[in-house]
């Protein structure tokens, strides 16, 4: 029993997947070789303006605003990994809690940064800035479909 145990503490502790309803990838995670190359640092999503946006982990909302003219919502991850979403009409505010699939708001015009695709959520991930690992990782790497599953003899 106790590893039946453990595997549903692993599935709750997962992340509850994409954050808009039925996505579809428009542009994929590119790191840039440095800070200040070129590179996509994150994913563009597909959406509809109005959609739903949710959290794709939990975390403490860290940021509500407009960063170069687009709205902004980023979530402070436990270990201090951030998530950021643009462009987001928040539902959420600075210091809340969030935890992962809740509704942090909602697709904003996106402006063209998709390439003309209406309505594009972008979603980015970064290490601390002071920490030794600092960059940019793969948002799409916080998805698991599911946890490992142990099979009797």
Known sequence: MAAASLLLTLALALPAGWPVDDPHLVSGFRPPESDWQAG??????????GDPVRA????????VGS?????????????????TYEPVRAAVRPGSRVHDGQVIGSVAPSGGHCGGVRGCLHVGLRTPAG????????????????????KPR
């Open 40 to 49: 996509h640092r994150g994913v563009d999503l597909a959406a509809r303006t």
């Open 131 to 150: 920490s030794a690992r600092a960059g940019y990782l793969d948002p799409l790497s916080l998805l698991d479909p599911r946890p490992a599953v142990l």
């Open 67 to 83: 960063v170069a003219g687009k709205p902004v919502v980023t979530i402070e991850l436990p270990g201090g990994n951030r998530l």
């Open 56 to 63: 794709m982990a939990a975390g403490v909302v860290g940021f």
